[in-house]
């Protein structure tokens, strides 16, 4: 499976971006999507997550009320809304699948995006 994440950029504080992940290969069936990022200095953390059916999803509490995460299991495609940008929102954002469960342990993901780059500027 391969990942291929899109739609970081430059962004003033109190604006919104969506991110994309695409799905690529030998796709499996009913595998979890999840989000992540590191910022520069730290450890990679989580941030939302997403079954298959889209029923069921994780948040890191420092994100609820603002990013929302969606799929299109047509398009093999996973989506990271971001409203209310924070400066301390910037870092390099991660997609991740995996077809365990639906977690925000990173170990639980098998497969990784290349990242994109999100900057909030206050």
């Known amino acids: 499976v391969q990942l291929q994440a899109s739609g970081g950029g430059l962004v003033q504080a109190g604006g919104s971006l969506i991110l994309s992940c695409a799905a690529s290969?030998?796709?499996?069936?009913?595998?979890?999507m999840g989000w992540f990022r590191q910022a520069p200095g730290k450890e990679r953390e989580f941030v939302a997550a997403?079954?298959?059916?889209?029923?069921?999803?994780y948040y890191a509490d420092f994100v609820k009320g603002r990013f929302t995460i969606s799929r299109d299991n047509s398009k093999n495609t996973v989506y990271l809304q971001m409203n209310s940008l924070r400066p301390e929102d910037t870092a390099v954002y991660y997609c991740?699948?995996?077809?365990?469960?639906?977690?925000?342990?990173?170990?639980?993901?098998?497969?990784w995006g290349q990242g994109t780059q999100v900057t909030v500027s206050s």
């Open positions: 290969g030998r796709t499996p069936s009913n595998y979890v």
């Open positions: 991740a699948a995996n077809v365990r469960r639906l977690s925000t342990i990173t170990d639980d993901y098998n497969y």
């Open positions: 997403i079954g298959w059916s889209a029923a069921g999803q």
